[in-house]
Structure formats: C-alpha cells, structure tokens
C-alpha cells in the first residue's frame, strides 16, 4: 500500500509559481511512474507531467517549458516546480504513483489533491 500527500497549493497571481510536493509512504517499486494530474472544473481530469523509474518525462503540451518534474534522490518525494502560472492553470492538482509488476499489471495510488488557483 502506498500513501500519497500532496501539499503547496494555493493561490497565486498570474506569472507567478508555486512548487507541489508529494511526500509518499509506503513500498514504490523499482519499475513505477510517478505523475501529476489536474482537473479543472467542468472539466475531466489531464495528465499534466509523468517520470518514470528510468527518468523519462513527459509533459502536457500546454505546461511544456513552464512546469518541471522532479523526485528526491530517495524517489519518495515527488515535486511540480510551476512557473509563469496562468488563469487556465486553476485546478485541483493530483499525485499519483503506478507500481508496475513484471507482469505488466500495475497497482494506481491517488493522492487528495491540492488547489491551485491562478488569478488575472
């Protein structure tokens, strides 16, 4: 079982930053990808940012150059470093961590989510 918990919301002007964490307890595995997702309201929830166990990263075209991915030396600690925020950025942001078997089964962990709100 894993635990996530986000914290470092909030609200912010527009072009501003803020950085998410997401401190996990419990067994990561070897082979894991650990993500940020969002969703808006009135809207379904998108994958903002990905890392994997072997450091590939993938970005929402919309956050590309503007947020960053990064885990601790542990992988324990996920972060979302958010620069140059902006209106549309509001949400309500998620951890989230899959832990892959050889198999290729994986077990998803969610976090509660953490508000970010960006105003003009």
């Known amino acids: 079982q894993v635990q996530l918990a986000e914290s470092g919301g909030g609200s912010v002007q527009a072009g501003g930053s803020l950085r998410l964490s997401c401190a996990t307890s419990?067994?990561?595995?070897?082979?894991?990808?650990m993500a940020w997702y969002r969703r808006a309201p009135g809207k379904q929830r998108e994958l903002v940012a990905r890392i994997t166990n072997t450091d590939r990263i993938d970005y929402l075209d919309s956050v590309q150059g503007r947020f960053t991915i990064s885990r601790d030396n542990t992988g324990k600690t996920l972060y979302l470093q958010m620069n140059y925020l902006k209106p549309e950025d509001t949400a309500v942001y998620y951890c989230?961590?899959?832990?892959?078997?050889?198999?290729?089964?994986?077990?998803?962990?969610w976090g509660q989510g953490t508000q970010v709100t960006v105003y003009s």
């Open positions: 989230n961590v899959n832990n892959y078997f050889y198999t290729g089964a994986h077990y998803d962990y």
């Open positions: 419990g067994h990561i595995f070897s082979s894991n990808v």
